[in-house]
Every structure is written in C-alpha cells, then in structure tokens.
C-alpha cells in the first residue's frame, strides 16, 4: 500500500479507537499503541518494514517535539516556586527506580549493556497521563502540587540518566577495554555539548523572534529550531533529546510570552505526537514479544517498587507530610511518550538490543497505561484531594449509565 495512505488508515484507525479507550477510562496513548500494532507488519501490514524505514525521520522529529515540550515546563520562575522539596523527592525516585531495576535484572542474569539501558529507561514517567487524572478530577492540595512539580522535573532527569547509560552501553558493546573516559568522560561531555548547543538555539530562537510577531511565523521558527537541533546532534553524536530540550528551555526562559509561545507549539504537535505512536505500535514485533516476558515482567515490577519506595523515602527524608509519602509513588507509575522515545533511540544507538528493549518498553507502557490512571485516581482520592462534589458527579454517572 502506498506510504501516504498506510499513514492517514493508522491515524484514522488511532483517533477511532481513542473513542472506545474514552468510554473504558484509558487514555489516548494506549489507543494509538494498540492501532499501530494492528496495522503494522505483524498483523495486517497496511505499513510494511518498507513504509516503516521511510517514516524514521517523522519519528525523531517527534522525539524533539517531546523533549522540546519537557524544556518548555523548565521556567526558572516555576522552578523557584517548587523549592529543594521537590527535586530532591524527584532525585530519590527517579535513581531508586533505576538502581532497582539495574540490580534485578542484573542478578536474574540479563547482559549488562540491556539491564544499564532498562535501568535508565525506568526513571521515566508520563506527564500527560498524570495531568489528565489530575484535570478530570479537579484534583488540588499539597500532594497533587508536589505530583505536578515532580513528574515536570523527572523526565529531564531521566533523560540525563538515560544519555550517560546508553553511552557506558555502547562503550561495553564496542569490544574497547572499559576506561574512566569511555565510562564517565564522554557521557559527561555529550550531556555537556547537548545541553550547549540546545541553549545556543534556544537563545538564537528567542532572538529571531523579536522581529516576526505572528503566531504562524513564530511556530515556522520553533519548527525551524527543533529541526536543526536533530539533525546537528545526530550529525555530530549528541544527545538529540538533551539538545531539544535545551532549546525550550532556553526559549521560555528568555522569552516574556513563552506561555503563549509553549501554546502555539501545543496545538501544531498533537497530530505528529499521534503518528509518533501509532508508528511506535506499528514496529512492536510481535515475535520478540514472546521471548521477553520474564524479562518484562521483571522490568515492569522493579519500575513499579523503585518508584514508589523511592518517593517515600525522598518524601521521609524532606519530612513532607504522612499522605505525601504514602501516595506520592503510587501517581508515578504511568510511563508514556518519553521512554518510547528512549526505546527508539536505542535501535539506533545499541542495535544489538534495540528490538528487546523496544518491546519491553512498549508492552510496559499497554500495562502501565491501563493500570497507571486507574492508580493514581484512587491515590488521589485516599489523600483526600479530589473533591467530594467531583466523586458525587462521578458516581452519578456511573449509576446512571448502569441504569441504561
């Protein structure tokens, strides 16, 4: 089938299904996830490995996009409001997760390069489904304030993580003798040259936009930006993620409108986010999937512990109150757009364990998005920061679509 019309069958197929997923309470990632797989290789193969291999720089474009977005929550103004508090519980969960997740899998056996990668993959969470649960729900208080803080910062710190393991990866995969350099050196100055090359773009993008003031010269700017920044990092070996991110950093910090600036690019990217997932869907080969279930299974309860243990101990430890520490972990389980972007990374990056990761991840992602929202409502609730009216309103649906 031609490569056009493979693209509008899945996202039309994606937006289909998002309705069934609205009706059960599942969020649109899932939807788009399920729809790609249906209509990639492995199912119907509207989109072949032909179709497939031509959409690749649709799917890093979109990576930036992501990582661009995560930046643009990184106001220096917001991050002051959030205090020591909040990074530090952020600190604590994202390495619990991923010491967790590198010990278990390290001592069930699995190759080191694959547990390190995982490891790091881990400390990821999905904004978007967390703030859904919280907007449905007109959630509010002290825990749903520190939530929002921590899920806004955990991303960047994953991303931070995931750069310096993935390089320690490719350093053990290479055959090469392992070295302070290879180790710790060159991540650090990847991370180092990502973030200054993404601040460099971001100041020169600020710059630019003194003299174009509508919203659709802007957005041609912004576009222009993210652009640049995949293909100067992946030109020259660097973090197109970090990169991109340093961009929206940059950009809302030195930009007076940044919050209308972060919404012109909020309203261009949905249709690129929906093919990114749908595409994502597509590629989960299905023959891989039946080989990584312990594997999976592994990942996917570490994750789980990590996050949550590590959020109590960073909220004891900044002596936040009871309902903090006893819930906060459980709203930190969905894991979305940002640890796929990861597990595409990899197949470039550590071919040798692209397609297991990339599985793994994904079938994580089916799991925690159907489990994810459903445990953070509930955490919201036990800690009394939903509102009663809220519940009223819901239960009355409930019983009234019973009643039909």
Same mark, same amino acid.
């Given at each position: 089938?031609?490569?056009?019309?493979?693209?509008?069958?899945?996202?039309?197929?994606?937006?289909?299904?998002?309705?069934?997923?609205?009706?059960? /309470?599942?969020?649109?990632?899932?939807?788009?996830? #399920?729809?790609?797989?249906?209509?990639?290789?492995?199912?119907? /193969?509207?989109?072949?490995?032909?179709?497939?291999? @031509?959409?690749?720089?649709?799917?890093?474009?979109?990576?930036?996009?992501?990582?661009?977005?995560? @930046?643009?929550?990184?106001?220096?103004?917001?991050?002051?409001?959030?205090?020591?508090?909040?990074?530090?519980?952020?600190?604590?969960?994202?390495?619990?997760?991923?010491?967790? #997740?590198?010990?278990? +899998?390290?001592?069930?056996?699995?190759?080191?390069?694959?547990?390190?990668?995982?490891?790091?993959?881990?400390?990821?969470?999905?904004?978007?489904?967390?703030?859904?649960?919280?907007?449905?729900?007109?959630?509010?208080?002290?825990?749903?304030?520190?939530?929002?803080?921590?899920?806004?910062?955990?991303?960047?710190?994953?991303?931070?993580?995931?750069?310096?393991?993935?390089?320690?990866?490719?350093? =053990?995969?290479?055959?090469?003798?392992?070295?302070?350099?290879?180790?710790?050196?060159?991540?650090?100055?990847?991370?180092?040259?990502?973030?200054?090359?993404?601040?460099?773009?971001?100041?020169?993008?600020?710059?630019?936009?003194?003299?174009?003031?509508?919203?659709? /010269?802007?957005?041609?700017?912004?576009?222009?930006?993210?652009?640049?920044?995949?293909?100067?990092?992946?030109?020259?070996?660097?973090?197109?993620?970090?990169?991109?991110?340093?961009?929206?950093?940059?950009?809302?910090? !030195?930009?007076?409108?940044?919050?209308?600036?972060? %919404?012109?690019?909020?309203?261009?990217?949905?249709?690129?986010?929906?093919?990114?997932?749908?595409?994502?869907?597509?590629?989960?080969?299905?023959?891989?999937?039946?080989?990584?279930?312990? +594997?999976?299974?592994?990942?996917? =309860?570490?994750?789980?512990?990590?996050?949550?243990?590590?959020?109590?101990?960073?909220?004891?430890? #900044?002596?936040?109150?009871?309902?903090?520490?006893?819930?906060?972990? !459980?709203? +930190?389980?969905?894991?979305? @757009?940002?640890? $796929?972007?990861?597990?595409?990374?990899?197949?470039?990056?550590?071919?040798?364990?692209?397609? %297991?990761?990339?599985?793994?991840? +994904?079938?994580?992602?089916?799991?925690?998005?159907?489990?994810?929202?459903? $445990?953070?409502?509930?955490?919201?609730?036990?800690?009394?920061? $939903?509102?009663?009216? #809220?519940?009223?309103?819901?239960?009355?649906?409930?019983?009234?679509?019973?009643?039909?």
């Amino acid at each position: 089938m031609n490569m056009l019309l493979s693209m509008a069958a899945a996202i039309a197929l994606g937006l289909l299904l998002t309705r069934i997923a609205k009706k059960i /309470n599942l969020p649109n990632v899932t939807a788009y996830l #399920v729809a790609g797989l249906a209509v990639g290789p492995y199912c119907l /193969n509207l989109f072949d490995q032909d179709a497939l291999a @031509g959409v690749a720089q649709i799917t890093s474009v979109a990576l930036g996009f992501i990582a661009f977005s995560i @930046g643009g929550e990184f106001k220096w103004e917001s991050l002051k409001r959030v205090g020591t508090k909040a990074v530090i519980i952020t600190l604590f969960q994202a390495l619990a997760a991923l010491a967790l #997740v590198d010990i278990v +899998l390290l001592v069930f056996g699995f190759d080191v390069p694959l547990s390190i990668t995982l490891g790091a993959i881990a400390t990821a969470t999905a904004p978007a489904a967390t703030l859904m649960v919280v907007r449905q729900y007109r959630a509010q208080g002290t825990m749903t304030n520190t939530l929002l803080s921590v899920v806004a910062m955990d991303d960047a710190i994953g991303l931070a993580a995931f750069s310096i393991s993935l390089a320690i990866a490719q350093s =053990l995969t290479s055959g090469a003798a392992p070295t302070l350099y290879n180790m710790l050196i060159s991540p650090l100055l990847e991370i180092m040259l990502s973030l200054v090359v993404g601040g460099l773009l971001g100041a020169l993008l600020s710059f630019l936009m003194r003299f174009f003031r509508s919203r659709a /010269n802007r957005l041609s700017l912004m576009l222009a930006a993210v652009l640049a920044g995949v293909a100067l990092a992946d030109g020259y070996g660097l973090s197109s993620l970090l990169t991109c991110m340093a961009i929206g950093a940059a950009m809302v910090n !030195l930009r007076d409108d940044s919050e209308m600036l972060v %919404e012109i690019i909020d309203r261009w990217t949905p249709p690129l986010f929906t093919l990114f997932f749908v595409i994502s869907g597509a590629e989960l080969d299905l023959h891989v999937l039946s080989t990584v279930g312990i +594997l999976g299974l592994l990942y996917i =309860l570490a994750r789980s512990l990590g996050k949550y243990f590590g959020a109590r101990v960073g909220a004891s430890v #900044v002596k936040s109150e009871p309902k903090i520490r006893k819930y906060l972990g !459980l709203t +930190l389980l969905p894991q979305a @757009g940002v640890a $796929i972007g990861m597990a595409q990374v990899v197949i470039t990056k550590l071919p040798e364990y692209g397609a %297991e990761i990339r599985a793994v991840v +994904l079938c994580a992602t089916l799991v925690y998005e159907l489990i994810g929202p459903v $445990i953070t409502r509930i955490a919201l609730e036990r800690s009394g920061e $939903i509102p009663g009216s #809220v519940l009223a309103e819901q239960k009355h649906r409930k019983n009234k679509a019973s009643a039909h």
